[in-house]
Every structure is written in C-alpha cells, then in structure tokens.
C-alpha cells in the first residue's frame, strides 16, 4: 500500500498565479479531507469528500478555493488566484468509513506564494 | 473560541521521564478521540484512538478521555528521544469530520 500520495511536495509561486494541488487517497478508502496546516492556525479542515461527492465545504476560506474528486482514485484542491496568506502545507488525508478510527495523511504539499 | 484547545509547548523534558499532553474542547457532540504524532516536514500519522470516555494503553503510550470536564490528555512513560515529535489531538462526533487542536511540540533530551 503505497498510502495517501500528494503532489507536488513543495510549490512556489507567484501572487496572482493559479496554483493546483493533487491528492491520490489510498484504493478503497471512500473518505476524503483536505487539511491546511500554518503555525498561527494549526490543522485546518477545508472540505471533505464521501465517495467522491463533496459532504462540508465550510472550511474552505473563500472563492478563491475550490476542490473537485472526478473520480475514487483522485481529487484536487486549487487556488485561483494565490495570494500570500495561502502560504500553508497542505494535507490530504483518506479513511475508511467514517474515518472515526483515524485517517491515514499524505505528505503533505509546502506552498509559498510571493 | 476554537473548539479544540491544545497549548503549543514547546515542552522539554529528560529521556525517561513521563510526558503528559493534554487538551480541552468544547463541542459536547464529540464522541471519538484521537492523538496523531507529527514529526517535523512530515504528514500526522495516528497515535490512538478512543471512544468516549475512559482510558486506553498501548505499550509507553496511555490517552484518557474525561467527558464530564471535557478533557483529553495523552501519558507517554519512559518517554524517548525518538518521541520528539508535535502531538496533536483531535475531536468528532459521529460525522466523520475531524477537528484538530494547535499541536504541542515535545523534545525529548537524552
């Protein structure tokens, strides 16, 4: 099991710019969340998918986020246009269920905007 | 007010002593608990779960959940170099939608 893989690891890019952040969740894991993690405001909840239908989106800060989830084995979370505040790691995290016995995170993708 | 609270830390201490970790929240709908260890530039990864209230151990490691004060707290015995890491515990009712607190980061010292 290769787990939740992220993409890309790290981005630059410039204020204004259209960033986009890939997120593999692992095969059979029908949950998936969306995380942002800074210093100032800890981890984040941003939106969360139920086989691969959007459930709470309430987290996402602002029009500028949007994600999608075409299909079981893919979603994405983009940012249009990124501004330096969004400068955040990124998380994607899948579960089982619920995912009220844990959920398995990625590795997260480091963003600065400049 | 955020619904979980965790304080930040840093907290130090010497190999072998024990850690305790705790945090308060505020959502009475909370019904699972949990502790991710996170350690620096990498994804949290999950530590323990609970279910209401009480107590579970596994080897160094013991989470506790005291529903009435709304009060988590994590014991890591003999704590370890390797057990420097940021704790972050966690909150859900039965929504599947996890929330998590600020995170304490630990430092071991051998």
């Known amino acids: 099991d290769a787990g939740v893989i992220q993409s890309p690891r790290h981005e630059v890019t410039e204020m204004g710019q259209e960033v986009t952040l890939r997120c593999k969740p692992i095969?059979?894991?029908?949950?998936l969340f969306w995380y942002r993690q800074t210093m100032m405001r800890g981890l984040e909840l941003l939106i969360y998918f139920n086989n691969n239908v959007p459930i709470d989106d309430s987290g996402m800060p602002e029009d500028r986020f949007s994600a999608k989830m075409p299909n079981a084995s893919f979603s994405t979370l983009k940012i249009q246009p990124s501004e330096p505040r969004d400068s955040a790691v990124y998380f994607c995290a899948s579960s089982r269920n619920t995912g009220l016995h844990g959920y398995t995170f990625g590795s997260g993708t480091r963003l600065t905007v400049v | 007010q955020k619904e979980v609270e965790q304080d930040p830390g840093p907290l130090s201490v010497p190999e072998g002593a024990i850690v305790s970790l705790n945090c308060t929240y505020s959502?009475?709908?909370?019904?699972?608990f949990m502790w991710y260890r996170q350690y620096s530039r990498k994804g949290p990864e999950l530590l323990m779960y609970?279910?209401?209230?009480g107590n579970k151990e596994d080897g160094r490691f013991t989470a506790q959940v005291d529903k009435s004060s709304k009060y988590i707290s994590l014991f890591i015995r003999d704590s370890q170099p390797s057990d420097s890491a940021t704790y972050l515990c966690?909150?859900?009712?039965?929504?599947?939608?996890?929330?998590f607190g600020q995170g304490t980061t630990l430092q071991v010292k051998p």
């Open positions: 095969s059979g894991h029908d949950y």
């Open positions: 966690a909150g859900s009712s039965n929504t599947g939608k996890l929330i």
């Open positions: 609970t279910y209401s209230s």
């Open positions: 959502n009475s709908a909370f019904q699972y």
